[in-house]
């Protein structure tokens, strides 16, 4: 079964946490705060942020049966036949792959790396898949 395995985008990942320190000595200089004292309160917090954003990465695997990836510590399964529509829309330092079902249900995936050679065969694979939703319902349509 052919199957498109994504990685982690780590760039958006180490700029997220350049972001998150960077904030913390914002803080600092606005409120003019001891430094030790802001770095030990917004620490954890920032750190657990940043935990529950790595478990996010665990794994995101297109099949022409559907998309499997994971939530936190749950893995979840999205079926093709429920897949209505794939796009893709790039940003500054990412990619937002954006999955929508026939239930109105939308799930976007930004956490991972999307280049144009991968966009295109993730588009194909659930392409044919919907060329014959909208087959099926024009043959039905017309009979």
Same mark, same amino acid.
């Given at each position: 079964? +052919?199957?498109?395995?994504?990685?982690?985008?780590?760039?958006? @990942?180490?700029?997220?946490?350049?972001? #998150?320190?960077?904030?913390?000595?914002?803080?600092?200089?606005?409120?003019?705060?001891?430094?030790?004292?802001?770095?030990?309160? #917004?620490?954890?917090?920032?750190?657990?942020?940043? #935990?529950? !954003?790595? %478990?996010? %990465?665990?794994?995101?695997?297109?099949?022409?049966?559907?998309?499997?990836?994971?939530?936190?510590?749950?893995?979840?399964?999205? !079926?093709?036949?429920?897949?209505?529509?794939?796009?893709?829309?790039?940003?500054?330092?990412?990619?937002?792959? +954006?999955?929508?079902?026939?239930?109105? +249900?939308?799930?976007?995936?930004? !956490?991972?790396?999307?280049?144009?050679?991968? @966009?295109?065969?993730?588009? +194909?694979?659930?392409? !044919?898949?919907?060329?014959?939703?909208?087959?099926?319902?024009?043959?039905?349509?017309? #009979?």
């Amino acid at each position: 079964m +052919k199957s498109i395995k994504l990685a982690p985008n780590w760039w958006l @990942q180490f700029t997220k946490c350049v972001f #998150a320190f960077s904030l913390i000595f914002l803080i600092h200089i606005i409120f003019s705060e001891n430094l030790e004292v802001v770095f030990f309160t #917004a620490s954890p917090v920032l750190l657990i942020i940043i #935990a529950f !954003n790595i %478990l996010h %990465l665990r794994f995101l695997h297109c099949y022409r049966a559907g998309i499997c990836y994971t939530r936190l510590c749950t893995e979840r399964y999205i !079926n093709s036949e429920e897949i209505t529509f794939v796009s893709f829309s790039a940003f500054f330092l990412f990619t937002i792959f +954006k999955v929508e079902l026939e239930n109105g +249900k939308t799930f976007h995936f930004y !956490n991972w790396q999307l280049d144009d050679e991968t @966009q295109s065969a993730i588009s +194909k694979m659930y392409c !044919n898949k919907l060329a014959k939703k909208v087959e099926n319902i024009g043959g039905k349509c017309s #009979a």
